[in-house]
C-alpha cells in the first residue's frame, strides 16, 4: 500500500509539494488554517494540471485521479492516517515548535514528522517531540514540482531507519536526493553565498556595474544567469533573508557578510521582478542597461566568484557537511549551475583556486578570502576530487 502523505500549509512550497505526492501515486492530506490558501492551492493545481494534459504529459482521467488524491483540510486532526507528514508553514520557530507538538498527538506512533524549512535547525523544530527520533528535513526548492533536488537532513535526534525510508521514499518520487548534515544553509544555501555576496562585493568596489559582472558569470562560467538577475527574480528581500541568516547561524563568519547594497533595496522595496524594480528596472518601458563587456575585467570578475563558490563547497567537504559527489550534484540539480564546484575545481586545478584565493586575502587582509585548509593540503598532496 502506497503511504499517505500529510503536507501542511498550503502555500508556494506546500501546493507544490503535495502535488508531487500526489503525481506520485500518494493520497494526501493538505491542510492549512487559511481556507482561501487551500482553494488558492487547488485553483492552481487544476490549471499545471490541465497545462499538463494539453501539453500531452498527462491524460485527463490521469489529471482527475491526481486532483482526486488530495484531501483539503484544516486541522492537524485530519493527519491522523498519515505515514508522513512535511510542515511547509511560515519560517518562525515558536510556531513551528507549537505546531510540532500538537502535531505528534494527532497522529500515528510510527508517522515520521519533517519539516521543509530553508534556514532552521531540524535538532531546534524536533526538540518539541515526545518521540523525537522521528523528525527529519526535507528540503524542497521552488518550484518543488520542477526542481530535481530535495536536501534531506537528519538531525542529532533522527533515527537511522527514518533517514534510510525518507532517502527511499522522495527518490520514488523522481527526485534527485543529496543527504546533508544539520548545519545552516544545509548544502545549497551555504555553498551558493559567494555566487551572490561576492558579486555584490565586486560592484561595491566599483569594479563593474551589475550588467557587466552578470554578463561575465554568463560569458565566462555559463551560468544560465547572473548574480543581480537571479537575486531580482528570487526577491531581494528573501535572498537577503537568507543570507543575513546564514551570517549569523555562522556566529559571524565574515565570509557570509551581508552587503548594504542589497540591504537598501530591501528597505526601499526595490525586490526585484515582483515589485517591478531591483538591481534593474522592470517596469514598462525601460530598457537594461547594457554590459561593458571587457574581456580582461569580465574574466577577473569570473575568475574571482568561482573560486570563493569552490572555497566554499571545500569547506563543506572539510567540515562533512555532505559527500563530495551529493555537494556537486546538489548545486547542478538544486541551482542549475552549468558544472559540480568540486569538478570545476579539479579541471581549474587546485593550485590556481588556492593561489587566486591567497592572492584575494593578501590584497584585502580579509578573513573572508582564506583559503580553507583542505583546500591547501590537497595541494601540498597533489591531490583532486575525482
Ligand atoms: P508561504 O507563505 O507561501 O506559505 C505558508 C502557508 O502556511 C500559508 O498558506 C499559511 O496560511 C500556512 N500557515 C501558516 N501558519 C500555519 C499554521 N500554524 N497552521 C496551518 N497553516 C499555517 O510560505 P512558503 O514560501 O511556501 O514557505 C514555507 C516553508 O518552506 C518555510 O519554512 C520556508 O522557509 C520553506 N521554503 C521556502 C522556499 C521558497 O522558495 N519559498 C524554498 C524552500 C523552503
Redesign the pocket.
Known sequence: MKKTIGV????????GIAQVAAQSGHAVIL????NQ?LEKAQASLAAILSKLVEKEKISAAEKVAIENRIQYANNLEDFAPCDLVI?????DLA??N??FHSMELHVSKQCILA??????SIASIGSVLENPDRIIGI????PAPLMPLVEVIPAVQTSAVVLNDIVNLIRSWNKTVVVCKDTPGFIVNRVARPFYGEALRIYEEGIADFATIDWAMVQFGGFKMGPFTLMDYIGND?NYAVTESVFQAFYFDPRFKPSFTQKRLKEAAYYGRKSGRGFYDYSAGSSMPQPTMDEKIGRQIFDRVISMLINEAVDAVFMQVASIQDIDVAMTKGVNYPKGLLAWADEIGLEEVLLRLEDLQLIYGEDRYRPNPLLRKMVRENQTFY
Open positions: 501542511l500549509g498550503a502555500g508556494t512550497m506546500g501546493a491542510v492549512d488554517s487559511n490558501q510542515e511547509a508553514i511560515v519560517e510556531v513551528k507549537a505546531v519539516s521543509n524549512t530553508s534556514s532552521l528540503h524542497f526548492f521552488n528573501v
